[in-house]
């Protein structure tokens, strides 16, 4: 499946929505125990992802036949859960979801990510993810994110992780 990378636009931010909500009731049903016992809607409800939107930082990855969105990302600059790591240009992977039945698109999401970061010039993609979700854990190491600490956010205890980049310097004219 062939899929498009971009920024959202507001009339995209329901369609987005309404994948956190279909992916929080797939957890419900597979007995997982992460964004449904966290109050995750509560904690980002439609509006954080309209003011992403409006801030450039939510993209979506979109089928290229059917237009259908398969994914959403929030790439932020800054994260609370790195205190004093935050001096090193980074991207910070924020609510990454995609559809169950959209196989690769979550990895395609984080390689349009690090394109994105190599051609804006930072030097990590950071982010984290639930402590008790051995297969996730797994699947980030497998792609190259390093461990590199722990962090809690109310009920929610993650493993911090981290990509490093090659950034290419700008050649002068």
């Keep these: 499946m062939d899929y498009i990378f ?23 049903m597979k007995g997982l125990r992460q964004w449904n016992v966290t109050d995750y809607l509560s904690r980002y409800p439609i509006a954080y992802y309209r003011e992403q939107c ?5 993209f979506l990855l979109r089928k290229v036949n059917g237009n259908e969105i398969v994914g959403a990302v929030v790439l932020l600059e800054s ?65 190259g994110y390093e461990a590199q600490g722990k962090c809690e956010d109310g009920p929610y205890k993650g493993n911090l992780r981290q990509k490093s980049l090659t950034v290419i310097p700008q050649e002068a004219d």
């Design 79 to 143: 994260d609370i859960r790195w205190l004093g790591r935050n001096d090193v240009p980074a991207y910070y992977v924020h609510n990454l979801v995609t559809v169950v039945t959209a196989k690769g698109a979550g990895r395609r999401m984080l390689e349009e990510a690090e394109k994105m970061a190599v051609k804006n010039k930072k030097h990590f993609i950071r982010l984290d993810c639930a402590i008790d979700n051995q297969v996730l854990n797994d699947y980030y190491s497998a792609i």
């Design 6 to 28: 971009q920024s959202a636009k507001q009339e995209d931010v329901n369609d987005i929505f309404q994948l956190y909500v279909d992916r929080i009731k797939w957890m419900d």
């Design 54 to 58: 409006e801030s450039g930082t939510l």
